[in-house]
């Protein structure tokens, strides 16, 4: 069911401050409401399942989750955010997959926590109001096998009966989980929603590399040394005249590394140090990880603490960090870039959405040099096709590199997660490979590999190019 319906559930009232009447006979609206919350406080516990209300107050995803209600309120006439995603399911309008998800799990998060905060109210509010002993005691045994010792302690509390508005904010709740059904393990909510089709907002990161790459191979036909990296670092990085020097330089180090964007924001950073060994330029890149686990929290994580990436210079923006990076203190530098601390209302902001905001900032630049760089292309270029071309590079290596090592110098602990970033196919007959340069991956824990045979064995040593 894809129709946002609670009439139901609404009971009659005098006027609009009237105060709703909990025994209005037993086929009341209000009694089909206490066995459908019932249902529906089940449903918020399995919600929880994974990660607690505090979890995600403690990781800034609440606050996302917030921010994706308030921007469906803003599409609907009423301001309903649950109305407004059933539209858009209903329509098939989501610009993807992905989009659809984003939004269920918010909105299944805040019906789950209203249910949960009101719904005990409410029950006690009902079980208050029943003059009848016995079906009073018929109230209490329904309610038995759906609540816990919390919820028990909650209805015992001395609270003041719920307003008409808490009742509303209950009613649209339990109306809305009872027809979109959290899945907290994210097992089928990707699966298309009726009418959605396949286009999405923008092209992926994939299909950008898959373009530039067939840019290059035609401009080789006729300048065999062509190679769209080189392109786009001297003909729109370095000219530009709005780039200062270390933001010059935290673009190379996307090229070189490919590491993620939200690891520049201030509270992480990529230490760089330049060092001139046996008459050759290397650099070495230690990465803090930005999905790397919290020790105060039993989530594991989905990347490495840090990482290490150590090459020798040999590309055009390789050549420049070296010389930037020699002229500091010490040779070395760690690279940040600002992130706002407070939003406008002087609210604090989590760490991930302050990294979000960096992230934002480095895509914009990155499409806007891509646009100088090729203006005919399709394709929207950002940080994440430099990380993508880089695992495609290193995969294309012949071997030279294990996955365990590929996985350590892109930030993953699984084998498995490279499979997304690019392929071998993606580099194949293409010069101008960052790998070639590459003399060191490590990272701060062992990666697992779930198969095995492939390539050399983890622990074995680094590959260098020059040995």
């Known amino acids: 069911m894809t129709r946002y319906d609670r009439n139901h559930f609404t009971p009659p009232t005098g006027g ?13 609206p209000m009694l089909e409401l206490f066995h459908a919350s019932l249902a529906a406080h089940d449903l918020a516990l399995h919600c929880n399942r994974r990660f607690s209300l505090a979890d995600l107050y403690e990781s ?13 309120a803003r599409k609907h006439p009423k301001r309903d955010p649950f109305a407004a995603y059933l539209a858009n399911d209903a329509h098939g309008s989501w610009t993807g997959a992905n989009s659809r998800q984003s ?11 209203d249910v949960l905060d009101l719904a005990p109210g409410f029950w006690r509010q009902l079980i208050n109001a029943t003059r009848d002993a016995q079906i009073r005691r018929q109230r209490i045994r329904d309610l038995e096998p759906h609540v816990d010792a919390e919820t028990r302690r909650r209805m015992r509390a001395p609270e003041e009966a719920l307003s008409p508005e808490c009742l509303r904010r209950l009613e649209c709740a339990v109306a809305f989980i009872m027809q979109v059904r959290p899945d907290p393990d994210h097992t089928a909510v990707r699966h298309p929603s009726p009418g ?17 790459n067939r840019h290059q191979r035609r401009w080789a036909k006729t300048f065999p040394t062509y190679n769209w990296r080189d392109r786009f670092w001297v003909a729109a990085v370095l000219p530009d005249p709005h780039l200062d020097d270390h933001r010059r330089a935290c673009v190379a180090t996307l090229m070189l590394t490919g590491c993620r964007p939200s690891e520049l924001c201030d509270d992480l950073g990529v230490t760089v140090a330049a060092k001139a060994c046996e008459g050759r330029n290397h650099l070495a890149f230690k990465i803090a990880g930005a999905k790397r686990a919290d020790s105060a929290r039993s989530n594991p994580g989905k990347g490495q603490e840090w990482r290490i990436i150590k090459l020798r210079c040999q590309t055009p923006e390789a050549l420049w960090l070296f010389d930037y990076v020699s002229a500091q203190p010490d040779q070395r530098i760690t690279l ?19 990294r979000r905001r960096v992230a934002g900032r480095l895509n914009k630049l990155v499409a806007r040099l891509g646009k100088i760089a090729f203006p005919r292309l399709r394709h929207t270029l950002s940080p994440y096709v430099f990380r993508h071309a880089l695992s495609s590079d290193l995969r294309m290596s012949g071997g030279a ?25 993606t580099s194949r007959g293409v010069t101008g490979s960052r790998a070639a340069q590459i003399v060191q991956l490590s990272a701060s824990t062992p990666v697992r590999a779930p198969e095995r045979g492939w390539g050399r064995q983890p622990g074995s040593n680094a590959h260098d190019p020059g040995s």
């Open 401 to 425: 590199w294990s996955k365990s090592e590929i996985a350590a110098g892109l930030g993953h602990q699984s084998t498995r997660t490279q499979s997304h970033y690019g392929s071998p196919n």
């Open 196 to 212: 959605e089709g396949a286009s999405r907002a923008d092209a992926s990161k994939t299909d950008a590399l898959y373009a530039l």
């Open 16 to 28: 609009p401050d009237a105060k709703p009447n909990p025994t209005e006979g037993l086929n009341s």
């Open 60 to 72: 800034g995803t609440w606050q996302k989750y917030e921010q994706r209600a308030a921007a469906l």
């Open 336 to 354: 940040r870039l600002d992130a706002p601390a407070h939003d406008q209302k002087a609210l604090p902001l989590m760490p991930t959405e302050r």
């Open 103 to 113: 939004y269920r799990s918010a909105l299944t998060r805040l019906a789950a926590r």
